[in-house]
């Protein structure tokens, strides 16, 4: 049997997640010293980690190629999909807020608005809950340009400080839902895989406990 | 305006050679498996009215359905799933029909799913439907239909049984907001502790909301019954115990460390009333087997009765298949007959006597005896009869297809 192989996000979560699997006692000197390789050996060959971006960790982790991934609330949310999200890691917590210009009332009036966002499914399901027609435009970059130019009455983005929606004369408008870093695990490998699972799961829960004092869990 | 005429749609594909014949030979052996038993084959409409999966009882979004309509404005979709018109077809045509039917079919399923994300519009289920009869033997039977059907087709699968009525049950507790209990019934479904203790926070600390927050945990071999046992009381301890029977009758049919019971599992179409069950093949992420019992469904088609059943994805079984014989050579004919002019029958008459010995045969269409020894060699037939006033056997040697 090949060894149990986990994806984890490349960039913003991927120091994070290392550092939670070394806390959790497993070896990780072969991601420390990755070059450009993409799969590598974990805990001494015992584990295999696949770096990819984010909606790759779950499409890796449904299609059952990679037994159990490291991805963000954020993607998740995005992307959807069927596996077992076990764990909230608890780092990489940000929020996910509606923010527009400073001085503006983004709710007032009946003309229809225009939402710029990185993340058009959670735009659309929120203003869906609110039962709001909204005409959500999809932009890859900094979304912040979108309203400053006229584009979009307001944006639909991840919020970490605010530093960057503050420099831009932007405000936070509502608060949709927190996120942060989750061990989601592939259904048909937790049936083949359970007891390697459920053992690194509660070694990474015991490790990721230990870190945040503060940490509550989140939906 | 973009030109289509060269490509299938998304999520669609061509069958080639080997694939449809390994396809057909699970087909056959599930269709063996099915009618030894004692099940009757039918098959339903590939197109059907809207209403027979109204979303309201059968769980399946509307997004997924291919949909059209007829010459009156009606709205007909492409059959997104097997269980309901065969229970539309059993309250209906088959009501008068003695009690239990057992019912098996063959057919695709249609449905959309997000795009790019490699999956398939059209898969081949086979299943089976017992209506009409209810209680432990006729679960054992489905059950143990699915088991030998996957022992034959797939034998290193993983099953896993649990019972609608563990969340139903406890669900009840909850306030009464569909859109909350659909967040509890997700999280409990992806095992999401997390935002299953935010969800029921607040919620006071009954028994059921403690039986709510621990039944996602409660998966694996036949410890959970143990584990469960403090947190099923009344109704739930009876639904335990009968479990724990079907999932020990099971084990007893050399499932051995196949088998697991997860309380928390729930199937993503609501109609499930009773047992609930799942197996996996490895290194194929999605389930390959659903079923369970649905005893409420009938009703939605005016005629009430218990029914229990499930449905394999056979393109999941084919592959597998495929992959366990990857090195297999594409079959090609035994032998070339090519008859030389005002041989044609001749020709067609040899042919037909070799076929009889069980040769698979080709007959030459080429114009010249050179022409078609060209092509046996390219195709890697090794043997070709010609017939003329008499019969000539001409045999090539190993030539690369």
Known sequence: MRPLRIALTKGRLEEKAVSLFERAGYDCSALRNK?????????GGGMEAVLCKAPDVITYV????????????????????????????????????LAGPKGTDFFS????????????????????????????????????????????????????????????GLQVIETLCGVSARFIVGASSLKFRRQEIEALASRLERAAQAEGPERKAQP | MKNYSRITPEGTRDYLFEECRSR???????????????????????????????????????????????RQGRIVVMRPDNTLPIARL???????????????????????HPGLAGRSSEDVQAGVELLGAGGFRADLEVLATAVEALNACAPGFRMEIGHA????????????????????????????????????????????IRALRALPRLYGGEEVFEKAAPFCTGELEKTLRSLRRLYRTLAGLGLGGRLMADLGLVQRNDYYTGIVFSAYLE?????????????????????????????????????????????????????????????????????????????????????TEEDAAAYAR????????????????????EAKA
């Open chain 1, 35 to 43: 070059g450009r390789r993409l799969i590598l050996p974990l805990a």
């Open chain 1, 62 to 97: 449904e299609h059952g190629v990679c037994d159990a991934g490291v991805v963000g609330k954020d993607t998740i949310l995005e992307k959807g999909g069927t596996f077992y999200e076990m764990l909230d890691l608890g780092f990489g917590r940000c929020r996910f807020a």
């Open chain 1, 109 to 168: 009036g009946y003309s229809a608005r225009t939402v710029a966002s990185k993340y058009p499914n959670v735009a659309a399901n929120y203003f869906a809950g609110k039962a709001m027609d909204v005409r959500i435009i999809k932009i890859e970059g900094s979304v912040e340009l979108a309203p400053l130019l006229g584009l979009a009455d307001a944006i639909v983005d991840l919020v970490e400080t605010g530093t960057t929606l503050r420099e831009n």
């Open chain 2, 24 to 70: 057909h030979r699970i087909e056959k052996k599930l269709s063996d498996i099915f009618s030894a038993r004692g099940f009757r084959e039918v098959m339903t409409p590939g197109l059907e009215y809207y209403d027979v999966f109204d979303p309201a009882f059968s769980g399946i979004g509307q997004e997924v359905l291919f949909k059209m309509s007829d």
């Open chain 2, 90 to 112: 059993a309250a209906t045509r088959l009501q008068n029909l003695r009690k239990p039917l057992r019912l098996f079919y063959v057919q695709p399923i249609y449905r959309s």
């Open chain 2, 165 to 208: 009525g563990f969340f139903r049950s406890l669900a009840k507790s909850l306030p009464a907001s569909g859109d909350f209990r659909e967040r509890v019934r997700g999280a409990v479904e992806s095992k999401n502790y997390g935002a299953l203790d935010v969800c029921l926070s607040g919620l006071g600390d009954s028994p059921q």
């Open chain 2, 283 to 367: 290194g194929c992420g999605d389930a390959v087997l659903r079923g369970g019992r649905y005893d409420g469904l009938l009703e939605h088609f005016g005629e009430p009765m218990p029914a229990v059943g499930f449905g394999v994805d056979v393109d999941a079984l084919t592959r597998a298949a495929l992959e366990r014989r990857a090195a297999r050579t594409p079959s090609r004919a035994d032998v070339l007959v090519h008859g030389g002019d005002g041989y044609e029958l001749a020709a067609l008459k040899h042919a037909a006597e070799l076929i009889a010995k069980g040769l698979r045969c080709e007959t030459s269409v080429f114009p």
């Open chain 2, 378 to 397: 390219a195709c890697g037939i090794r043997r070709m009869d010609v017939v003329g006033s008499g019969i000539r056997t001409v045999r090539f040697g």
